[in-house]
């Protein structure tokens, strides 16, 4: 009998789950967030900094990690991305653009001599990833030390100690009756967590529950509200002081999730209401990890209560979202959960203990996952660690599990990882609780339309955005033609029209190095507009506060040592940014092969272009109406036919709509001239051949551009740089030339073999102590790792 009731319990839930499984809204659910993944690429950045202090006039060295965020696979979509420097105030102190292939990137910046002593962050991001705004973007803080500067050290002891404490209730809502768990989150005026006693009141100030954090500030309690009755929270910091916080409010109606483990391998989730209905109420459980692992069930409210089970073998690694909706699709209640990775990239590291001044160092690498070798690509840093105390970097695994997906900053995110216990695992569950965060809004995810993302990925160049306007009021101007160029070798022209609002995009491609940039329409046709360029980096900004910069008078000495080495460094030994030489694969214009190319050299020289023209040039005919000089060329598709309109003509790549101007050039600074005879597609335009005009230094040779013409300064992306790293194995090491190098070596796209090896060499410098080796790095299946370690360096006894 006890068999066959077990049995037909068994059959009952069976069917119930598969009833659920074939629910229409159930499959909506899985098809809709499905689609949405599918066209929301999600890009996760991550960056190395070669060091985390500086002093004005170094250089900042970094890798850049992009990856699919779902996968933590390289991810080949952006070709272009951007690097800030930030104060406290978001006051972008350096830019740079840097290139990205096969989702890695590195570069350097130089630090100005007018930034003052103080933490800074440094973000990244692509283009793409303003999709979803900044708190997405990569970010890290930074010390920068001038010593040239005076800097009050005690300026923070002399501010009042003031606290920020937030209440997140799982699941998101306090409901009256119905008891639940509080997690909160204290930092003091250093943005780290403090410690402390708490009590909840209520409005008679009866003490109901008392609480205290366990890790960095944070800590939970449990509370059932009473109807109509509001809570406080005061906290007695060590000093004694009291405190006082409002709870988030009690809501009359709404819903309370609570998740417990029900086995080492089942999640039981728990919805409870307020809410009284007469008939069944279904409510919808969703799980995914990083838009993945995706899991949809639906139970009904029995009792005001409802259970859900959920195998942790269908959740990802990493942080889950799991989230509780209506029928109507809204969500009721969400929260975070980990599972953490098993899988863990082990580098390991061989190399002497000690050294001597201007030695030579070997170093091999291992990189293995699950005692398994794989090709892994690694960056690597050396440099020297003296007693300026400054805060740990994030290393890579941690960033990419925990920090990247979470709201705000982190304290502390290595210790989640270390000595794996009970107690880790409750404080990794009180952060989830906290920080809760996700990387899309649900009113995008469930629409019958699917709205266009505003900013497009910078797959095959640098996107230079614009907008035209009228000169006369400002207004936007549609439909107006416009020309981009540099003077740059080949010669490059890049166009676009206005659209409704009128705006213009041009896709730049191999755009490197400062340059100077011509915008102009077609000055014959429209001469009263002007283009505005917009900067390509973000004027929004994360909540994520930087910790203050603290400084002790007892690292005087240290840094004066350390000024000494920075300016004998930058005066007698080479640039530490030696640009790896530029190969031409392209030494073609934008246009193409021309159809005749003429090098005017090669003939006898006449005083005017008009004679040069008519005498050699003949895909040019050179017409004269109302006293203005016209061009016209024949198709070279269809002989004895001539084009009734103008070609486009260029100088130096730079177009000139003024036929006249050109005919007034010196033709001894003319040194070729390349003739296209057909009609030529660019972009939405289209023109009747094209002349393109060629000086000796590609300058210009003296031509004064149209007034209306705009030039401006433009940074396009870094040069490749190389950091350099002297060597002394040629009986060099008794140079007297001084090297007072702080970071030994960069290495910032080390690759190991097959096996998962790899090795490195670099020489010591003149300077001695401890130095700092910190290797990070990726496989292309998403397993990461990082490994610091340590050496000395003493004087050397020749």
Same mark, same amino acid.
């Given at each position: ?119 800074? &962050? ?179 409210? &029995? ?35 980990? &599972? ?459």
């Amino acid at each position: 009998m006890k068999r066959t009731l077990l049995y037909c319990c068994m059959l009952l839930c069976t069917a119930f789950s598969a009833y659920a499984q074939d629910d229409a809204m159930v499959k909506s659910i899985q098809q809709r967030f499905g689609l949405y993944t599918e066209r929301a690429l999600q890009e996760k950045m991550y960056v190395h900094l070669d060091r985390p202090l500086y002093l004005i006039g170094e250089t900042i060295w970094f890798k850049a990690y992009n990856l699919n965020a779902a996968t933590h696979k390289f991810v080949d979509v952006s070709k272009v991305a951007y690097l800030e420097v930030l104060d406290n105030e978001n006051n972008a102190l350096i830019q740079t653009k840097f290139s990205l292939a096969e989702g890695k990137g590195d570069g350097s910046v130089l630090i100005p001599a007018t930034i003052a002593s103080g933490k800074y &962050k440094v973000r990244c991001y692509t283009n793409w990833m303003k999709n979803y705004g900044p708190e997405y973007f990569f970010e890290s803080s930074i010390s920068i030390v001038n010593p040239f500067v005076r800097f009050d050290p005690d300026r923070l002891a002399k501010e009042a100690d003031k606290y920020d404490v937030q209440f997140f209730p799982e699941g998101g809502y306090l409901v009256k009756g119905i008891e639940s768990k509080v997690a909160f989150r204290a930092i003091g005026k250093e943005g780290v967590g403090v410690n402390f006693t708490g009590e909840i009141v209520n409005g008679q100030n009866e003490s109901v529950a008392k609480f205290q954090p366990e890790k960095n500030g944070i800590g939970f309690f449990t509370l059932k509200p009473e109807p109509g009755v509001t809570y406080n929270a005061i906290i007695k910091d060590s000093k004694g002081q009291s405190y006082t916080f409002p709870l988030p409010k009690t809501e009359e109606q709404g819903y309370v999730m609570q998740l417990k483990d029900s086995t080492s391998n089942l999640l039981k989730i728990t919805v409870t209401t307020a809410i009284v209905s007469d008939e069944p109420v279904p409510i919808y459980l969703m799980s995914h990890t990083r838009q993945l692992n995706t899991f949809v069930d639906r139970k009904y409210l &029995k009792n005001n209560k409802a259970v859900f089970t959920l195998d942790k073998s269908q959740l990802g690694e990493g942080i889950s979202h799991i989230t509780i909706f209506n029928e109507k699709l809204k969500p009721l209640c969400e929260r975070l959960y980990f &599972k953490r990775p098993t899988k863990e990239l082990a580098i390991e590291a061989t190399v002497k203990n000690a050294f001597v001044t201007r030695e030579k160092v070997n170093m091999d690498i291992s990189a293995a996952v699950s005692s398994a070798s794989e090709m892994a690509n690694l960056s690597v840093a050396i440099y020297l660690t003296d007693s300026i105390v400054t805060q740990p970097q994030t290393d890579i695994r941690s960033h990419l599990w925990l920090s990247s997906d979470l709201k705000g900053s982190v304290e502390s995110p290595e210790y989640y990882f270390t000595n794996v216990n009970a107690d880790t695992d409750r404080q990794l569950d009180n952060l989830m609780l906290t920080h809760g965060w996700r990387r899309f809004k649900w009113e995008n995810v469930f629409v019958s339309q699917a709205t266009p993302f505003e900013f497009l990925p910078e797959f095959d160049g640098h996107f230079i955005n614009g907008k035209v306007v009228n000169k006369a009021d400002g207004s936007p101007a549609k439909g107006i033609d416009t020309y981009l160029a540099a003077l740059d070798v080949p010669a490059r022209l890049y166009v676009a029209q206005s659209d409704q609002a009128g705006n213009v995009m041009y896709e730049v491609r191999k755009f490197t190095g400062p340059k100077e940039i011509t915008l102009q329409t077609n000055l014959n046709v429209d001469s009263t507009y002007r283009i505005e360029i917009a900067s390509p980096f973000v004027k929004q900004f994360a909540t994520r506060p930087i910790a203050p910069f603290v400084f002790s008078k007892a690292w005087e000495n240290q840094l004066l040592n350390r000024t000494i080495n920075m300016q004998t460094a930058n005066v007698f030994l080479p640039p530490v940014m030696a640009e790896r030489k530029a190969t031409l694969a392209d030494s073609v214009a934008f246009f193409g092969v021309p159809d005749e190319k003429y090098f005017l050299d090669d003939f006898t020289r006449f005083p005017t272009m008009e004679e040069v023209l008519r005498e050699y040039v003949r895909g040019v005919l050179v017409r004269k109406r109302q006293k203005e000089f016209h061009f016209r060329l024949v198709d070279k598709l269809l002989p004895n036919t001539f084009y009734t309109t103008d070609p486009l003509m260029l100088l130096d790549g730079i177009p000139v709509f003024n036929t006249d101007k050109i005919m007034e050039l010196d033709p001894l600074k003319v040194k070729k001239i390349e003739v296209l005879s057909s009609r030529y597609f660019l972009g939405p335009m289209t023109f009747t051949g094209i002349v393109s005009f060629s000086t000796y230094r590609n300058d210009l040779a003296g031509y004064e551009l149209d007034p209306k013409v705009m030039v401006m300064p433009y940074e396009g992306l870094q040069a490749q740089r190389e950091f350099y790293s002297p060597r002394y194995d040629k009986g060099n090491a008794e140079s007297r030339i001084p090297d007072f190098r702080n970071l030994l070596h960069w290495a910032p796209n080390m690759t190991t073999d097959a096996s998962g090896k790899a090795n490195l060499g670099f020489y010591t410098s003149d300077q001695t102590g401890r130095y700092q080796v910190v290797i990070e790095g990726i496989t292309p299946s998403g397993v990461s790792g990082s490994k610091t370690l340590s050496f000395t360096v003493g004087k050397s006894s020749l």
